[in-house]
C-alpha cells in the first residue's frame, strides 16, 4: 500500500526490510544481545546483524527453539557467529545468570538489544511475585541492562566505538493505564486489563531508554540508548487475542508488516551510521518518531527508575 512507502528522514519507509536498511554495513568486529531471538523480529534481528558480520548471542527462553533458529541461520549464512543462550526475562534468578554465563565468555559488548515481550496476557504474577507483562518486558531488560552496562561501557571505551542499547517498545506505550505506570497497583487484580498492562510495559521500554540516555550523557559515556516501535506485525505476540488473529488473517497484506519489515527499524537503530550519537529517541519506521507526553516526562521516568532499582534490589513484590 502505498502509505507503506512513503519515505522518512531517514530514507527508510515502513516497507523497508531489515536486510534494506542495514545494506553495505559491516558489523564484523562488533557484539550484540538479542533478546526473545528464538522468534517473530528477534529471529530477523538476529539473523541480519550476523548477515552483517556481527557475532550474536540469542538469549532465549526456549534453548532448543534458539538453536533450531541457530542452526536455520547458519544454514543460510555458514559464516554466521551465533551463540544460544537460555534466559527467561520472568525470572531475575535466570536473568543474573544469563548476565554470569555471558561475562564468563570474556566477549564484548557493543550492541544490547532488548527485544524479547510478551502481549495481553491474562492476569498473572512471575516468579518473583511482580505482574507477569511488567516483569517480562520491562524489569527483566532493566535488570540485564543494569547487569551488563560496565561490560558495555568497557567495550565502548577499549574499541572506540559507539555501544547502543535498544528497547522495543510499541504504539501501544500510548495506551497505558491513565496514571501511565500503576506504581501503587502494580500487582493488584482488581481494574487489570491486559491490554493496558501491555501499554503500560511498553511505555516503561520507552521511559527506561529516555533515563538510561540522560544518565549516559551525564557520564559523558560512548554508549547510546533508544527505543523503538516495530510497527504492527502478525507474530505470536497475538496468541491471547484471537479477534487480532483474525484481523490479521482479513487485512494482513494491507496494513501489517511482515517479520523482514518488522526487524528493520531495530536494525537501523543498532547498525546505521546515521544514528551516531542519537540517544533518547523514539523510533519507528527507521525514523524518529513521535512519542507520547508520558513517555517524555522526565520525572516519571526517573520515579521507573528509582522504583525499578528498588525491585531488583529486593528481587520480589513491590
Known amino acids: 500500500m502505498w502509505f507503506l512507502s512513503r519515505k522518512g528522514t531517514s530514507g527508510f519507509s515502513a516497507s523497508s526490510t531489515a536486510e534494506d ?16 531471538a528464538s522468534s517473530g523480529i528477534g529471529a530477523e534481528t538476529a539473523r541480519v546483524l550476523a548477515l552483517r558480520g556481527v557475532h550474536v548471542v540469542m538469549g532465549v527462553r526456549n534453548l532448543e527453539a534458539g538453536r533450531a533458529v541457530k542452526e536455520a541461520i547458519v544454514k543460510g549464512n555458514p559464516n554466521a557467529k551465533l551463540d544460544a543462550m537460555d534466559l527467561d526475562l ?16 570474556n566477549l564484548p559488548l557493543n550492541l544490547l538489544i532488548n527485544n524479547a515481550g510478551i502481549m495481553a496476557t491474562p492476569f498473572m504474577l512471575s516468579k518473583d511475585n511482580i505482574e507477569l507483562q511488567f516483569a517480562t518486558n520491562h524489569v527483566g531488560h532493566f ?10 561501557r568497557k567495550t565502548a571505551r577499549a574499541s572506540r566505538k559507539e555501544g547502543r542499547i535498544v528497547n522495543v517498545s510499541s504504539r ?9 505506570i500503576r506504581f501503587a497497583k502494580l500487582n493488584d487484580p482488581s481494574g487489570y486489563n491486559s491490554l493496558s498492562a501491555y501499554g503500560q510495559s511498553k511505555l516503561a521500554n520507552i521511559l527506561h531508554a529516555n533515563e538510561l540516555a540522560r544518565q549516559l550523557k551525564e557520564d559523558r559515556v560512548e554508549v547510546t540508548a533508544n527505543s523503538v ?14 479477534f487480532l488473529t483474525g484481523l490479521v ?6 496494513v501489517i508488516k511482515n517479520v523482514q519489515q518488522g526487524a528493520a527499524t531495530t536494525c537501523y537503530v543498532a547498525l546505521h551510521p546515521k544514528v551516531k550519537g542519537t540517544s533518547g529517541q523514539y523510533f519507528a519506521d527507521s525514523s524518529i518518531a513521535k ?3 508520558q513517555a517524555n516526562d522526565a520525572e516519571l521516568a526517573t520515579k521507573l527508575w528509582d522504583f525499578s532499582l528498588d525491585l ?3 528481587g520480589s513484590t513491590p
Open 143 to 152: 535488570l540485564l541492562t543494569n547487569l551488563l552496562m560496565e561490560t558495555i
Open 229 to 242: 516501535h516495530p510497527g504492527l506485525i502478525a507474530t505470536n505476540l497475538f496468541r491471547h487475542y484471537s
Open 90 to 105: 520472568s525470572s531475575m534468578a535466570s536473568v543474573k545468570k544469563f548476565a554470569e554465563d555471558f561475562k564468563s565468555l
Open 249 to 254: 488473517g482479513l487485512v494482513g497484506n494491507y
Open 21 to 36: 536498511v542495514t545494506q553495505g554495513i559491516d558489523g564484523s568486529g562488533l557484539t550484540a544481545i538479542v533478546t526473545g
Open 291 to 293: 512519542s507520547s507526553l
Open 312 to 314: 531488583v534490589r529486593r
Open 172 to 180: 501501544r506505550h500510548k495506551f497505558s493505564y491513565p496514571e501511565g
